[in-house]
């Protein structure tokens, strides 16, 4: 049977990386074959953070350009912007007012980013921005959510502020399950493999971005951090920088794990890196040249974006005034 799915990505960098890709983009591409699916870019979350207009504007179009590129069908799913949909709005206060100041407060991720800048010049957003993405993904009564480990806990707040509200007030939305792959969930950083590959990186050298020209990628695989020994073998403890390009090897190439073990044994990490950075290139290249022809038609990607927007908002407003009813509010 036909599922729906939801997922969403913030337009806060000029390129997704390749975690993005692997933990989530890689398997909307796939859900969206046989399923309802509902693909989101969130430029209301990427208000949370610093806000350049410019910047802006460019990062949501080329975020489309890109999820396009990559095999997101606008015929074949819905892709729109969040601010299109005013519902996101209208649930997410909602959800703000089912939510426990305590429940918020546990958040790992507002705890990190808002450590970050200092916890008093954090925005009061960044703090809500978890009831809105509850609110994105009840909107839609999605089934799954394909997102990467770091989201676990927005989801798992989702099922519960969605129980809670049914609970107390009737069955109004269906409880999502995360959709978190066992391998590829937590890509990690080129320099420090210990960290996740994140937008947010302290050096572009760590984060392979689908934007970057060929050469560029290639040549951060090749200066990729690993260890002192000489095996290509697959141990997150004692080699986590070889076990996070077996990760992205075996994700994109679709070998085995242990079958890159066996080809590569006796052979050094550079044979192993070479391999690695020609994978990744032959398969972003394409990525990128589609994006950079796409991003020529500005008008007809907010043409794709607004016809998203008009089928978003016909689930979204029957989700807004079921809960509006349940809720005593006078329709
Ligand atoms: P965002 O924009 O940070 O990331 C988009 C997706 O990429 C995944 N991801 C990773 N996966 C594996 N390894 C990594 N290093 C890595 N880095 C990022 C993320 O898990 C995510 O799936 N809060 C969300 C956006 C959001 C959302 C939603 C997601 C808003 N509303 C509703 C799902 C449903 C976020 O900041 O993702």
């Known amino acids: 049977m036909a599922k729906r799915i939801l997922s969403g990505i913030q337009p806060t960098s000029d390129s997704f990386h390749l975690g993005n890709y692997l933990g989530a983009l890689k398997q909307w591409v796939e859900l969206q074959e046989g399923n309802d699916a509902f693909y989101c870019i969130v430029d209301l979350h990427a208000l949370t953070g610093e806000i350049d207009p410019a910047l802006l504007r460019k990062r949501i179009l080329s975020s489309a350009a890109q999820l396009i590129a990559l095999g997101i069908s606008p015929e074949k799913s819905t892709l729109f912007v969040q601010s299109h949909v005013a519902e996101h709005n209208q649930l997410g206060w909602i959800m703000e007012c089912i939510a426990g100041f305590g429940e918020a407060n546990r958040m790992t991720q507002f705890k990190d980013k808002s450590a970050k800048g200092g916890a008093?010049?954090?925005?009061?957003?960044?703090?809500?921005?978890?009831?809105?993405?509850?609110?994105?993904?009840?909107?839609?009564?999605?089934?799954?959510?394909?997102?990467?480990?770091?989201?676990?806990?927005?989801?798992?707040?989702?099922?519960?502020?969605?129980?809670?509200?049914?609970?107390?007030?009737?069955?109004?939305?269906r409880i999502p399950e995360g959709y978190i792959l066992k391998s590829g969930a937590k890509i990690y950083d080129l320099q420090e493999p210990t960290n996740k590959m994140s937008k947010s990186s302290g050096?572009?050298?760590?984060?392979?971005?689908?934007?970057?020209?060929?050469?560029?990628?290639?040549?951060?695989?090749?200066?990729?951090?690993?260890?002192?020994?000489?095996?290509?073998?697959?141990?997150?403890?004692?080699?986590?920088?070889?076990?996070?390009?077996?990760?992205?090897?075996?994700?994109?190439?679709?070998?085995?794990?242990?079958?890159?073990?066996?080809?590569?044994?006796?052979?050094?990490?550079?044979?192993?890196?070479?391999?690695?950075?020609?994978?990744?290139?032959?398969?972003?290249?394409?990525?990128?040249?589609?994006a950079l022809e796409l991003l020529e038609d500005e008008s007809h990607l907010v043409q794709i974006l607004h016809a998203g927007a008009d089928k978003a908002r016909t689930v979204a407003s029957a989700t807004v005034a079921e809960s509006y009813k349940n809720l005593g509010l006078v329709l």
């Open 203 to 290: 050096s572009a050298a760590g984060v392979l971005e689908i934007m970057d020209t060929p050469e560029a990628n290639a040549k951060k695989i090749k200066s990729a951090t690993t260890d002192a020994g000489r095996e290509v073998k697959f141990d997150e403890k004692e080699k986590p920088g070889i076990s996070n390009l077996l990760t992205i090897h075996s994700a994109l190439s679709g070998k085995k794990i242990s079958d890159l073990e066996n080809e590569f044994a006796g052979k050094g990490y550079g044979d192993f890196k070479g391999a690695v950075a020609e994978v990744v290139v032959d398969y972003l290249k394409p990525i990128r040249t589609r």
């Open 120 to 173: 008093d010049s954090a925005r009061v957003g960044l703090f809500t921005y978890p009831m809105l993405q509850a609110a994105d993904i009840l909107l839609y009564q999605a089934h799954y959510v394909p997102v990467g480990e770091d989201q676990r806990q927005h989801i798992e707040l989702t099922r519960d502020l969605a129980t809670r509200f049914n609970t107390r007030f009737g069955e109004t939305f």
